[in-house]
């Protein structure tokens, strides 16, 4: 079973999110961290398949900033972080620590929190079957792999998306020049499976792009109908 290791600072949030984790993963090892030194001397010794962690830990704004760094130093392991910091720049947060999602506090309910830590299970699990077998068009400007991991690459460049959204992405890209309508993509989202759900992961798909290619156009709307991965 996996081994997943909680770290933040607040007793219930903690409890809370192992009591969250082991229902969605009966079986499954979860150990708690409240403090920096704690938790970075049980990445050093243990091996984990998921870390769950909050940026702030006690007086330390940027404690979780170290143990990522630490965490990608050793072995690269998934992080989740469950912060308080806005949504508005999870983006930044993920580009800076490598971090595979971002959950916002107060802001995602107890089934947000299991599907997203679902969902990186399984892309570990199959990145491990897969490992060394991706693949790429040749030629293209946008490089994924066929398993929809992380880190997209769009002319050279790793695209910084959250786990929904690579998905969704990735059903974009399979089909271009194809319209891709709302019903197709409610079943590449596990929950918020409504058109205006859909339209903000777009959002956020064209605001990583852009980010880096402010002439970013790839992405077309099709009214009534849903999305097409045009070529410009």
């Known amino acids: 079973m996996p081994r997943v290791a909680v770290i933040e600072d607040d007793l219930p949030t903690s409890n809370q999110l192992k009591a969250w984790i082991e229902s969605a993963r009966p079986g499954i090892t979860v150990d708690q961290w409240f403090n ?6 049980a990445i050093a010794r243990q091996r984990y398949d998921l870390v769950v962690l909050d940026i702030e830990l006690g007086r330390e704004r940027h404690a979780g900033v170290a143990i990522i760094n630490a965490i990608n130093k050793k072995d690269a392991t998934p992080v989740l972080v469950v912060s308080a ?3 508005t720049i999870y983006r930044s947060i993920m580009k800076a620590l490598d ?3 971002y959950l916002q506090k107060a802001t995602f309910e107890e089934a947000d929190f299991i ?12 990145r491990s079957a897969a490992a060394g077998d991706k693949q790429a068009p040749s030629g293209a400007e946008l490089e994924i792999d066929p398993l929809r991991q992380r880190n997209p690459i769009w002319r050279g460049q790793r695209i910084n998306l959250p786990l929904t959204a690579q998905r969704i992405l990735a059903a974009l890209f399979a089909r271009r020049g194809e319209v891709v309508s709302y019903d197709e993509l409610f079943e590449v989202v596990k929950s918020g499976r409504n058109r205006d759900n859909i339209r903000k992961h777009v959002s956020t798909i064209r605001d990583a792009f852009r980010e880096i290619d402010p002439a970013f156009e790839s992405i077309e709307n099709v009214p009534m109908r849903g999305f097409r991965w045009v070529a410009r």
């Open 99 to 101: 971090a595979w999602d």
């Open 36 to 41: 920096r030194d704690d938790a970075e001397s």
């Open 85 to 87: 910091m806005p949504a």
């Open 115 to 126: 599907d997203t830590f679902l969902e990186i299970l399984r892309a570990v699990k199959e």
